[in-house]
């Protein structure tokens, strides 16, 4: 128990670290992207520029920290919203039960039967470069995860003695669900949005590495890693790596405090 409360404890400490690095550098080391410095261009990590630079002269610690900011910014909306999505349809699919649970899981079962990656594709090839469309793309291949797992927490209650009693009182089906079944199913869908933010991450890192998602000019991990390809070939590694690395780093400590928590809530209820 002390192991796991260290690891949530620490898992959660480097996400906090990472997220004031992303808001905080662009800060202290502001640079403007359409500006080039051909001076400073192709520098390999050192005490000027502690991650290089790229071939424009830009500051790559800076370039990976407005990248990440704009990563974790889509990634913590799509969690979000896919949370809230699922969190609704799961409640109303286990709580309720009957042809709310059977449309609510048809929708579900249609949703993922479509590759998720493609659906994302189709959607922002329409609205190319919208982090509107890219959000709505991967809420649409996402909730889903959130609604089953819902779901399956709620259906064990359904048939509780106080759940049973709650319904011999009288007590209309909304209100037990907002009493019984909402805070049981709002804990389970917390620990989910953590995992999600990190399977959001390299989602819309894969989009924008395709170039179906944000543009070229601006800053996302997807992006600095497309463009880290050709660069790779001249032997600029530090292109790669700093944004590889900083999309390992955010998901690897994001996943092990999901599931950290999904273990503890666990223990917690057993």
């Not at 192991?3 to 959660?12: Q, S």
């Not at 998720?116 to 959000?135: E, K, R």
Request: hydrophobic share 55%; proline share 3%.
């Amino acid at each position: 128990m002390a192991d796991r409360r260290l690891a949530v404890w620490g898992a959660a400490g480097f996400v906090a670290l990472l997220t004031v690095y992303a808001i905080a550098a662009p800060l202290v080391h502001p640079i403007d992207e359409a500006i080039t410095d051909f001076a400073a261009a192709d520098q390999g990590p050192g005490t000027a520029h502690w991650f290089g630079t790229d071939s424009s002269g830009r500051d790559l610690f800076t370039l990976v920290a407005k990248a990440m900011r704009v990563s974790l910014g889509i990634s913590a909306a799509t969690a979000v919203v896919s949370t809230i999505v699922g969190l609704v349809v799961g409640v109303a699919a286990g709580a309720f039960g009957g042809w709310w649970d059977r449309i609510g899981m048809r929708v579900a079962d249609a949703m993922t039967a479509i590759p998720s990656l493609l659906l994302s594709l189709l959607i922002v090839s329409m609205f190319h470069g919208s982090i509107t469309a890219i959000v709505v793309s991967l809420v649409l291949t996402h909730w889903t995860a959130v609604a089953r797992v819902v779901r399956a927490e709620l259906l064990a209650l359904r048939h509780t003695e106080y759940v049973e009693a709650a319904r011999l009182r009288g007590l209309p089906a909304l209100r037990i669900a907002r009493i019984h079944f909402l805070p049981v199913a709002a804990g389970q869908a917390s620990v989910a949005a953590v995992l999600l933010v990190a399977h959001a991450i390299w989602h819309e890192s894969t989009l924008s590495f395709l170039g179906a998602g944000l543009p070229p000019h601006q800053a996302s991990l997807g992006t600095l890693l497309s463009e880290a390809g050709e660069a790779l070939l001249l032997g600029q590694w530090w292109r790669l790596v700093f944004p590889a690395g900083a999309i390992v780093a955010a998901t690897l400590a994001l996943s092990v405090l999901g599931r950290s928590l999904t273990a503890n809530r666990t223990e917690a209820i057993t």
